[in-house]
């Protein structure tokens, strides 16, 4: 039981450039989440999934696309990468409104 | 709008010392309330949650909160830390309803010296 896993774990990006952060669960949870975290600002939610088929935004989607592929993984897009997307992200899922469990992290960078 | 505060940015304490850290919260309904903590280089993992019940939970590793529901507040506590306990401590806030987001604090950071 692997919990909620995160490729790649690092990345450098330059300017412009795309790339998608995987994540999957394998919790049979229904809801799944993505998160930034920069220092001094906590984690802050990109998007969410509440249920296979469904995405929403959350409080900084700006330059970002999500894709609910099915029920074991939701991936984040950055179609045109900038700096101030350098961050962590984090990938979360969790069963309805329960415990959110998080996954290792990518650490992005973009020159 | 929905937010959590935490009152202490870098808590710096001594093995042993105890340990209080402050959470408060705006929402108007009911709410899922949660501890999480990040050890150096690591993912977040849960140290304790409220949903109902006895606003006195106890977590992991010897980590209790209380929930004062007239003070919107969620306190974290330790009578006795350890070195092993440096991490960055996040509260968090989710509405009752299904579909609602965890809103997070801005983190405090513990500092343990041995």
């Known amino acids: 039981n692997a919990g909620v896993t995160q490729t790649p774990k690092f990345q450098v990006l330059k300017t412009g450039q795309s790339m998608t952060l995987q994540c999957a669960q394998d919790?049979?949870?229904?809801?799944m989440y993505w998160y930034r975290q920069d220092p001094g600002m906590g984690l802050r939610l990109i998007y969410y999934?509440?249920?296979?088929?469904?995405?929403d935004k959350g409080e900084v989607p700006n330059g970002y696309n999500v894709s609910r592929l099915n029920k074991r993984e939701f991936s984040l897009r950055l179609e045109s990468a900038a700096p101030s997307q350098t961050s962590v992200y984090f990938c979360?899922?969790?069963?309805?409104?329960?415990?959110?469990?998080f996954g290792p992290g990518t650490r992005l960078t973009v020159l | 709008a929905q937010s959590v505060s935490q009152h202490n940015h870098h808590v710096i304490l001594s093995e042993a010392a105890s340990l209080e850290l402050g959470c408060n919260y705006s929402?108007?309904?009911?709410?899922?309330l949660f501890w999480y903590v990040q050890y150096p280089g690591q993912h977040l993992q849960l140290l304790l949650k409220?949903?109902?019940?006895?606003?006195l939970v106890k977590g992991i590793k010897g980590f209790e909160a209380e929930f004062i529901k007239s003070k919107f507040s969620f306190n974290l506590r330790k009578p006795s830390v350890q070195w092993s306990d440096t991490a960055e401590y996040f509260c968090?806030?989710?509405?009752?309803?299904?579909?609602?987001?965890?809103?997070f604090g801005k983190g405090t950071t513990l500092s343990v010296s041995s």
């Open positions: 979360a899922s969790s069963w309805g409104t329960d415990t959110q469990y």
């Open positions: 919790m049979n949870h229904n809801s």
């Open positions: 999934s509440a249920s296979e088929g469904t995405t």
């Open positions: 929402y108007g309904g009911t709410v899922n």
């Open positions: 409220y949903f109902s019940g006895d606003p």
């Open positions: 968090a806030v989710k509405g009752g309803q299904a579909g609602t987001a965890l809103i």
